[in-house]
């Protein structure tokens, strides 16, 4: 509980509290109770809906009065949005879990009063706000919350900003992940969950509560470090339950090449965790929008039977993400043709400059390789071994991101950007395996009975991996 204290200004003002919660991202939001002097004391409620609370980044601004309507304007980064809504009355009790937020009057001159909305859990009771009233002229009064941990407070939203804008660029699609709400989680199927990253003990329970056998965590230590998740004591409160497992299977994080590597023995994990288990599985990254999607897709395609764009369409209608369909593609082909690598060379021309790099490729765009100087040939060279399929990079000069114009460049994308990009393929065009990865890897692959079955035996022949 975050506890604030109350504090008037002035002494005709009566103490009122304050308690903010968020049902489901798309939900009812924001209830006022407002205690009316005609007569007992009541108190008005007032309901405010949005479609975009599920940001969990929002400013509200409210003018309180007397007449029958009361103005609301919501800002965000992007917009200002007037709503008006009537009024309806009823006693909305405060509970003992509750925020108090302190309450300043100011001077009736000023319309305008302003608190900030946090977020707690995608699934509690909208919240209240308790604020004073008059039965003689509009008056006005600032409400604020002022915390003796917003600064902690404050850095988790920093964190989170931080790593929704990294998460942005390196997805390539605008997705936004904010911590401080609390764990978030959508049901793709009755038995497969896709979320974000539990967050303390407490969140083994609610996810045994809703039938759930076993947890699936993709996350590398630096992710939960960076959030200050213990997965320890986690993990350890899960070992005290008999009808819940957690389990490990770390992919890093904005790398589509890494999750293409590490998709057979993960899905081979999963596969045999719910076997073994059965009932719910929750499977989770970090914000539950890049690695467990991914993963919950290669499931479906792979055992459950689905076609990989038909698994992808049921997903996306469930739940805001974006699954790397290339690496999970790749990965297919992989499990079914073998791993094959191919010596790649990649040089640039430029005798003036110190040092050149090259970023993306099969290390990510968070990496770079350094090439090596050839004085003979006056070229900064690369050689290295990729995996059968098509690689995009950046050349980094003397710090500056550049592209090689004598090497094969790709379209604008829809950021604006061209990068170069290089395509490794069988060398024999026409031969069987080069084909079956040719149709593996096509815009909507689909598996035979028989692939599906080659597969399965796959995933429970691939040795276990250390918990």
Known sequence: MNCLQILPR????????????QRTPSCSVGTLGVPSSAGPQRSMAVKVTSETVASGYIFWVLVLTHSENISIRKKSKTNTEKISIRKRFSCIPLGSEMNCLQILPRSSALPLQSFKCYQRTPSCSVGTLGVPSSAGPQR???????????SGANVKEEKSETYSNDMTEAMGAVLTYRHELGMNYTFIRPDLIVGSCLQTPEDVDKLRSIGVKTIFCLQQDPDLEYFGVDINAIREYAKTHDDIQHLRAEIRDFDAFDLRLRLPA????????VNRNGGVTYIHCTAGMGRAPAVALAYMFWVQGYHLSQANKLLLSKRTCFPKLDAIKSATADTLTGLRKKFVTLTWKDCNCSTVEISGLNIGWGQKIPLEFDEEQGLWILNTELLEGRYEYK????????CNK??????VNKDGHINNYVQVVDDDADSLRANLWKRLTSEDPHLTKDERLKIRQFLEAFPDEEQ
């Open 10 to 21: 002035s002494s005709a003002l009566p103490l009122q509290s304050f308690k903010c919660y």
């Open 140 to 150: 006005s009064m600032a409400v604020k919350a002022i915390s003796g941990q917003a």
């Open 406 to 411: 004598d090497e094969p460049l790709t379209i």
């Open 395 to 402: 050349y980094v000069v003397d710090g500056e991101w550049t």
């Open 266 to 273: 993960v899905v081979s994990e999963l596969y045999k965790a």
